[in-house]
């Protein structure tokens, strides 16, 4: 199959308008475009047979489907995909989605997972899709760090950062861990742990543990290497991830097939299984971008289509990401503009945060 982009290069002007007017109609019903319909708005007068023949071969290009024999016709996932990178026509943010969405910032005496909570039911409420707001790791300078022997086989780390944030982790300790070692770990970890984030004590301590291993017990050493990889790995992923609105998706008019189709979404979104992947697919290119069905495997056995835009902090930083997940007759022209300025609002608070 030729790239969506080509085939619209060779699409003379007649097949684009029709092509353009069946995507729109059926983004805005829901349902199929059928010739009689086009020709009552298509700017070239031409028979319904003419407008026939011109949908018969955009369906043998892939590009539209007939979802019954005497129906009309609706996109492929491929013509959606054309659609959404060559004849899209976004529109300006509303005065209304903004209002709405700027109102949530509110007081700004709140924690920032209450503000993006906030965030999450405005952007899901504008759009009548499910939102999803991927809040920033916390990444303030180090105060101290401390062990705790909970068992043979099972340890926690106390981190305290210095602006009063404390996270607690577990993890399995390297084989033979005794309290002393743990204390002499903490110690060798502390010296340079001050005022340094996560990921810089990261790269510190794997330089000093070459450079001094033998002043390092080697079960201490065993503990600091091992603390080294548990405290750069991603924390649960639940406490980051804020999903709002899913009852967008189970209207009460959905065939029970495609409800079996979002609830198999909000599985794997509750299981928190391949969410990594959200930040990474905003993480891959500036700005908004769009997912149709299978484009992408965290939302390919719903058919869900996810608009995301990824948002940065006052170090131009990529922390998180905000998307809205709905149907694939998403009406992308009003949801790309809003995602947009969620994404800039987001990291307006988080870069502000960050400078007090």
């Known amino acids: 199959m030729k790239e969506a982009g080509a085939l619209l290069e060779q699409m003379n002007d007649r097949s684009r308008e029709v092509f353009r007017r069946v995507v729109e109609g059926y983004l805005l019903s829901g349902e199929p475009v059928g010739s009689r319909v086009l020709t009552r708005t298509l700017s070239e007068k031409v028979s319904a047979a003419t407008v026939r023949n011109v949908m018969q071969d955009l369906e043998f290009l892939g590009l539209l489907d007939s979802p019954h024999v005497s129906a009309g016709r609706v996109p492929t996932q491929l013509g959606l995909r054309m659609f959404v990178d060559g004849l899209l026509e976004v529109g300006d943010l509303e005065a209304a989605d903004r209002e709405k969405l700027d109102a949530t910032l509110g007081s700004n005496t709140d924690d920032v997972g209450g503000l993006l909570d906030r965030v999450g039911h405005a952007l899901s409420g504008v759009t009548h899709g499910a939102s999803l707001v991927l809040t920033p790791k916390h990444e303030a300078p180090l105060k101290h760090i401390e062990f705790v022997s909970?068992?043979?086989?099972?340890?926690?780390?106390?981190?305290?950062?210095?602006?009063?944030?404390?996270?607690?982790?577990?993890?399995?300790?390297?084989?033979?861990?005794?309290?002393?070692?743990?204390?002499?770990?903490a110690n060798f970890i502390n010296a340079f742990a001050d005022g340094k984030t996560l990921a810089?004590?990261?790269?510190?301590?794997?330089?000093?543990?070459?450079?001094?291993?033998?002043?390092?017990?080697?079960?201490?050493?065993?503990?600091?290497?091992?603390?080294?990889?548990?405290?750069?790995?991603?924390?649960?992923?639940?406490?980051?991830l804020i999903v709002r609105g899913r009852a967008n998706l189970l209207g009460e008019d959905a065939a029970e097939e495609e409800l079996e189709k979002i609830?198999?979404?909000?599985?794997?979104?509750e299981r928190k299984r391949d969410i990594a992947e959200f930040l990474e697919l905003a993480e891959e290119g500036d700005g908004v971008r769009i997912f149709i069905g299978s484009e992408n495997k965290l939302f390919s056995l719903s058919g869900s289509s996810l608009v995301v835009s990824p948002y940065m902090n006052a170090d131009r930083k990529i922390?998180?990401?905000?998307?809205?997940?709905?149907?694939?007759?998403?009406?992308?022209?009003?949801?790309?503009?809003?995602?947009?300025?969620?994404?800039?609002?987001?990291?307006?608070?988080?870069?502000?945060?960050?400078?007090?």
């Not at 609830?263 to 979104?269: K, Q």
């Not at 987001?346 to 007090?356: M, N, S």
Request: hydrophobic residues 45%.
């Open 150 to 185: 909970l068992s043979s086989d099972r340890a926690l780390v106390v981190i305290v950062f210095a602006d009063g944030h404390v996270e607690n982790r577990l993890f399995t300790p390297p084989k033979g861990q005794t309290p002393s070692a743990m204390r002499e770990a």
């Open 200 to 240: 810089e004590l990261k790269t510190t301590m794997a330089r000093e543990i070459v450079k001094r291993r033998q002043e390092l017990d080697t079960l201490a050493a065993e503990l600091v290497e091992s603390g080294v990889a548990i405290w750069e790995a991603e924390p649960d992923m639940s406490a980051r």
């Open 263 to 269: 609830r198999l979404l909000f599985d794997d979104l």
């Open 319 to 356: 922390v998180g990401a905000v998307g809205v997940i709905g149907p694939t007759r998403l009406n992308y022209g009003r949801i790309v503009p809003i995602v947009d300025y969620t994404a800039q609002l987001v990291g307006r608070l988080i870069a502000d945060r960050q400078q007090r």
